[in-house]
Structures are given as structure tokens and as C-alpha cells.
């Protein structure tokens, strides 16, 4: 029997964190770590938190944080992680599409190279939406559509291998349209995370609060 789209991507990562060390380093990605430290700490929602770098260090901030991902190995490094920076998080492992939550439920929602099949990415953006309070903010930070040349150079610097997995500023405006932006840009970095996200890569970068 063929595996889903979903099934594929659990294994993928399981795999990759199985690994000893963690694959995208301990610390937190710098676009959220700069954006997160502007807000007053309250309730935080982390899809596809890996490792759980960024969901911990939001912790360390003050924030409660839920972080999920496919992975139970993420998860068991999450955990560790939390408990080594003397700080708790709950992280549940699954789809996003299956989990649910209230609406209005989270102050913020960090959103880290959180790249999803191309015909489920704008549908989770709106969902997740639904999550977020009225004057939360989102904190996103992803490869977008350029990267693909860049990664055909150097493999090395990650990210997904399909086109229709990147993103661009105008898919990112579609999917929070109702949101005052704070910061939106594509720009080429030199990333430095860990083993699978080395090199000069092209992001999407994103703050944006939701109006009421």
C-alpha cells in the first residue's frame, strides 16, 4: 500500500531526528527570536516545531507554549531540550489537520520553515488563523520560491525539493489577508542552523498583526 503524503514526511523526519545531535542546532532561528522579544509573553502555538530550538527559547521568554509536529522523535528532543533550559512545554505529536483547537485560543503563532504539501499549505495558513486572537501575531519565516535555485548549488542549506512547497510574498499576503503587516520581505541569508540548514538560502520573511 502507498503511504500518504503525511505518512512519507513522518518517517522522513523521524529519521532525521534520530540523529544525536540536534539537526538544526539548540538555539532559535534569528528572524523569531528578534520579532518574539517585542511581545509581551502570553500564549504561543508552534507548528512543526522540530527539535523544539524555538518553542523552548519562547518558553525561556515567559511564553506557554504548545508545539506540534509529526515527529516523535522531534518530540523527545523537544522534551529534553525544555527540561535541560529548566523550562516546560506541551508538544503533541500529529497532522496539523487533525488537531483542534479553539478559536482565538494563542497570542502569537510562530510559524519556522513550517512547509506543508502544496495543496494543503494555504488551507493550514487559514486555519491556523482561526487559532490566533484578535491583535496576535504571527511570526513566520520560510524558504520561498528562489531558494530552489539556490539549493540546486548547495544542497546543503536545506529545504523542500518541490517548487509548489515555497513560498512568495503574494501567497503569504492571500492567505493573511487580514492582518496588518509588521514586516514582510524575500531576501537571501547566510544560514548557520545546525547540519541541514547551511549556506546562502532565499526566504519569505513575515510579522503580522491580526485585526480585530
Not at 508552534?46 to 506557554?64: Q, S, Y
Not at 484578535?134 to 530552489?148: D, N, W
Not at 536545506?158 to 496588518?180: C, H, Q, R, T, V
Not at 547566510?190 to 498583526?209: S, T
Request: glycine residues 8%.
Amino acid at each position: 500500500m502507498n503511504k500518504s503524503w503525511n505518512e512519507e514526511y513522518k518517517d522522513k523526519w523521524d529519521e532525521r531526528y534520530k540523529e544525536q545531535e540536534y539537526v538544526y542546532g539548540k538555539g532559535p532561528n534569528l528572524f523569531f527570536k528578534e520579532w518574539i522579544e517585542k511581545f509581551k509573553p502570553g500564549s504561543i502555538l508552534m507548528p512543526a516545531d522540530g527539535e523544539g530550538r524555538n518553542g523552548v527559547f519562547a518558553a525561556t521568554l515567559g511564553w506557554e507554549v504548545i508545539s506540534c509536529d509529526l515527529s516523535v522523535e522531534g518530540q523527545s528532543k523537544a522534551l529534553q531540550l525544555a527540561t535541560a533550559q529548566n523550562v516546560a512545554i506541551s508538544y503533541i505529536v500529529g497532522d496539523l489537520d487533525q488537531l483542534r483547537f479553539e478559536p482565538a485560543s494563542f497570542d502569537a503563532i510562530g510559524l519556522i520553515y513550517a512547509h506543508f504539501a502544496a495543496d494543503q499549505k494555504s488551507l493550514f495558513h487559514r486555519k491556523l488563523n482561526e487559532y490566533l486572537k484578535p491583535g496576535g501575531v504571527i511570526i513566520l519565516e520560510a524558504f520561498c520560491k528562489e531558494h530552489l535555485e539556490l539549493k540546486k548549488l548547495d544542497p546543503k542549506v536545506g529545504g523542500p525539493a518541490e517548487l509548489d512547497m515555497l513560498f512568495s510574498k503574494e501567497e503569504i499576503i492571500a492567505d493573511f489577508e487580514n492582518y496588518d503587516l509588521l514586516m514582510l520581505g524575500e531576501e537571501e541569508i547566510l544560514l548557520n542552523e545546525g547540519m541541514y540548514h547551511i549556506g546562502k538560502g532565499a526566504v519569505v520573511r513575515f510579522a503580522g498583526i491580526k485585526r480585530a
